[in-house]
Structures are given as C-alpha cells and as structure tokens.
C-alpha cells in the first residue's frame, strides 16, 4: 500500500491507539485498547501508554505497537506498525493512587523506546497535557455532546492497514457533573471486551482547538472507556452474553494525577 497522510485532526486519532496483548505465563491471553500520552516535567518528555487497571493486571508479558514513519515533515506514514514485547512489564506500570478510578499507565522507558525509534523509523503521536479537557475546559461546551471513540472490540480491526474501529455516540451523563460526584461518566456507544482503554473524544467539528504546543486543531480528550453493561441469557444450556448501548468512561483529568508517580518511577530506575 501507498504511503498515506493525515489530512484533519480525526484521521489524526488512527496514530494514537495501539492493541495491547497481554500474555500470562501459563499461556492464558487476553486484548485491551491503550493509546499513546506524553508527560512533560521540566522539559523532559516521557512518554507512556494510557489503558485501565484491569487490562494491565495480572500479566507477565504484553506486546504494543507503533506506526512507522515515511515523513513526519509531510505527516507520511505506511500502514506498518512495528509490534514489540515488553517482558514483566508490570514494574513499568503506574496505576491510579484511587482504587475506584481505573486508570493506568505502562511507562516507555527511553532506553527501551530510543533504540526502536531509531532503528525502524517510527514516530509517536501521542495525547499531550494541552489536548486533556479538564472540568473547566468542559464548561465552555454543552453538558451534553458527540463523541467519538477507537479501539479494538474483540481483538477487532482493519488487519490490512493497521487501523482501528471508530464508533460515534453520545454522552449519556455530563462528563461536566461528574456522576455521583465520581470521576466518570457514562456513554450511548456499543461497548465490547476489548474496548476498555480505549480513549474518549468530544466531537464537536464547530470546536476542533489548536493547542498551544504547534498551533494545530486537535480533538479534546474527555474520557478513557473501562466498562459496559451486559447480562448473561442461558438458552438450551449455552449462555449467551447480550450487552447494552452503553459505557462508563473515566474522566480525562485524571491522566494527570499519573504524573508524579511515573516520573518517581523514571528516576528510581535509572
């Protein structure tokens, strides 16, 4: 396939996300959407990938991907994503200090990431501080609006390309409210075991921002997916799993209370 470029800032969400597979030691396997988040403390960068607590718990071995790069002058990639493992990986993990928040973050150590930069030609394109809608960036919006979110349902996507499922709906609760005063809210979109991780955004095509950083439009980051409702039906003895137009997702903000934790992280393992 042609090289390809990114031409407006949803086709720019595609390099974000990554299917994340997580192996046990005893062969038991499961999938999980992450995407890719830059923290920023004192002008050095780490980056990181944003998933809930449950898809990182109880591995002992995972393998993400990163799209490779043909001109990130001209925003040029190819449809190949440069797969990799990372083993007991869960000394890299950083987890929300709130148990009821379930938010993580696998840290990309730069001496693991650097070498496969340079030696496949990849570029992370990743969430950054600017593009997080935090409680009072929301205020400028309606309680309630499109969203529009990626991912991988059932190991689920476009093999041949290396591209994600994008799905469109709505919120179902202000992510402004916050509900039941806890830091989620809930969303009108299918939701299927693999779509946990997977990132949240508000779709609004009058309200693109540009950030500060490059003074591109970016979507706005409202929420992380962590959970659907579902109910199990048995039927002739086969238990069949029917699941509901609807989700919770994690507020946003909460990405930035990782921060500290993953750079004390950084240090203590230089």
């Known amino acids: 396939m042609e090289p390809f470029a990114i031409r407006g800032p949803i086709d720019e969400l595609m390099f974000l996300t990554t299917l994340i597979k997580v192996e046990q030691d005893n062969g038991k396997n499961w999938t999980g959407t992450g995407f890719y988040h830059k923290f920023e403390k004192n ?5 990181c990938v944003i998933s809930n607590k449950h898809v990182f718990n109880d591995g002992d071995s995972c393998e993400i991907g990163i799209r490779q790069c043909v001109s990130e002058k001209e925003r040029m990639f190819s449809n190949k994503v440069v797969n990799f493992g990372i083993e ?3 000394q890299f993990i950083v987890n929300h200090p709130d148990d009821k928040i ?4 696998l840290v990309l150590m730069p ?8 030696k496949e030609k990849i570029s992370i394109w990743g ?6 809608a935090s409680q009072d960036r929301l205020r400028d919006f309606s309680l309630f609006f499109n969203i529009i979110t990626l991912g991988y349902p059932l190991g ?9 499922i994008y799905r469109k709906g709505f919120t179902s ?6 509900y039941r005063s806890e830091k989620h809210f809930y969303i009108d979109i299918p939701i299927f075991p693999g779509c946990s991780g997977s990132p949240v955004f508000l779709f609004d095509k009058d309200h693109i921002p540009k950030t500060d ?8 980051l409202i929420g992380v997916i962590s959970q659907t409702f579902s109910k199990q039906n048995i039927i002739d003895e086969t238990t069949l799993c029917e699941y509901y137009d609807l989700g919770i997702a994690v507020s946003a903000e909460t990405i930035f209370d990782l921060e500290n934790d993953v750079y004390d992280l950084f240090n203590n393992m230089k």
């Open 213 to 220: 950083v490059d003074n591109r439009h970016r979507m706005l």
């Open 88 to 90: 007991n990986y869960s």
């Open 127 to 132: 969430t950054e501080k600017s593009t997080i």
């Open 111 to 118: 001496d693991l990431l650097e070498p496969i930069i340079e």
């Open 156 to 164: 689920i996507y476009d093999k041949n390309n290396n591209v994600p």
């Open 173 to 178: 609760t202000s992510p402004v409210l916050s």
């Open 102 to 105: 379930d938010i993580a973050c």
């Open 43 to 47: 002008d050095f960068p780490l980056y």
